[in-house]
């Protein structure tokens, strides 16, 4: 099992460019989750997703970020255009059906906006 | 709306001795409880989880954690402590049933230091 893997695992750019994080979740699982943590914030839920449909965005702090799942194995989070304040770690998870689940995590792409 | 607690920002303990780390929640409903653990510039791990039944849940690595209804507690306990259990470790909260069911609220983590 080769867990949850996302990429990049750092990414730097300046303010206004377009960040795309990739995910590719462990195979079988139903859910997808998109998480964002800062020390300020914590870790907050962003979106998820069952069975490659978006369920709940409300976390999504505003428009200039959007999230896709075209199939089972892969999820984006686009950030258009970013923001200094975007700068976090974003971490991906997955998990089974069922809401006694736990969800596993990726190791996250530390992202710096400059 | 469901929220989770760990009153503590930083635990020491020293090397051989039982560690505790605290966490209360709320939620409407029956909970389901996690803990998962942090290693630094890595994924969250999940150690273990309360649906129901035994109040005393035992999980990974020795970890083991208390469910108290009265208290709205889940704390996390090992009764001797290793520096390799150094790490930051957060507490979360799901409903069990109902809208919002598979979102897991996280408390803002606890940083563990064993001492050697």
């Known amino acids: 099992d080769a867990g949850v893997i996302q990429s990049p695992r750092h990414e730097v750019t300046e303010m206004g460019q377009e960040v795309t994080l990739r995910c590719k979740p462990i195979s079988g699982h139903d859910y997808l989750f998109w998480y964002r943590q800062t020390m300020m914030r914590g870790l907050e839920l962003l979106i998820y997703f069952n069975n490659n449909v978006p369920i709940d965005d409300s976390g999504m702090p505003e428009d200039r970020f959007s999230a896709k799942m075209p199939n089972a194995s892969f999820s984006t989070l686009k950030i258009q255009p970013s923001e200094p304040r975007d700068s976090a770690v974003y971490f991906c998870?997955?998990?089974?059906?069922?809401?006694?689940?736990?969800?596993?995590f990726g190791d996250g792409t530390r992202l710096s906006i400059l | 709306a469901q929220s989770v607690a760990q009153p503590e920002d930083q635990v020491n303990v020293a090397e051989g001795n039982p560690l505790t780390v605290k966490c209360t929640y709320s939620v409407s409903g029956n909970p389901y409880l996690f803990w998962y653990v942090q290693y630094p510039n890595r994924g969250l791990q999940f150690l273990l989880k309360y649906i129901t039944g035994d109040n005393l849940v035992k999980g990974s690595y020795g970890f083991e954690a208390e469910f108290n209804k009265s208290q709205t507690s889940f704390h996390l306990k090992k009764p001797s402590a290793l520096v390799s259990d150094s790490a930051l470790y957060f507490c979360a909260v799901r409903a069990g049933s109902g809208a919002g069911s598979y979102q897991l609220t996280f408390g803002k983590g606890t940083k563990l230091s064993v001492i050697p």
């Open positions: 998870a997955s998990s089974p059906a069922g809401t006694v689940q736990p969800q596993h």
